[in-house]
Nanobody
Framework: QVQLVESGGGLVQAGGSLRLSCAASGNIFVINAMNAMGWYRQAPGKERELVATITSGGSTTYADSVKGRFTISRDKAKNTVYLQMNSLKPEDTSVYYC??????????WGQGTQVTVSS
């Protein structure tokens, strides 16, 4: 019903920046009525963790580890969510996943994009 495609990952030096994008397509009714979208990340051998979320009303939340460095935003016209990541650290290295939670609390996930921060 809904497809999410992430892009923007890559290799960056510590202190650098990257901007991730997540484009949603498919059932426009589900997309427009979504509850929230968010970014999660998973490093090798670790649990997937929340990075940032943005609700349909524009409210945002962040993990403590990224507060002040990452910013989540949404372009409703493009059905796209962004994650601006500044002051990147080696511990930010992970696969970053986009998630859309529908109004009936079904979760859709993207395929992930690799972010690698070198020291």
């Amino acid at each position: 019903q809904v497809q999410l495609v992430e892009s923007g990952g890559g290799l960056v030096q510590a202190g650098g920046s990257l901007r991730l994008s997540c484009a949603a397509s498919g059932n426009i009714f589900v997309i427009n009525a979504m509850n929230a979208m968010g970014w999660y990340r998973q490093a090798p051998g670790k649990e997937r963790e929340l990075v940032a979320t943005i609700t349909s009303g524009g409210s945002t939340t962040y993990a403590d580890s990224v507060k002040g460095r990452f910013t989540i935003s949404r372009d409703k016209a493009k059905n796209t969510v962004y994650l601006q990541m500044n002051s990147l650290k080696p511990e930010d290295t992970s696969v970053y996943y986009c998630k859309l939670r529908s109004s009936y609390y079904k979760d859709y996930w993207g395929q992930g994009t690799q972010v690698t921060v070198s020291s």
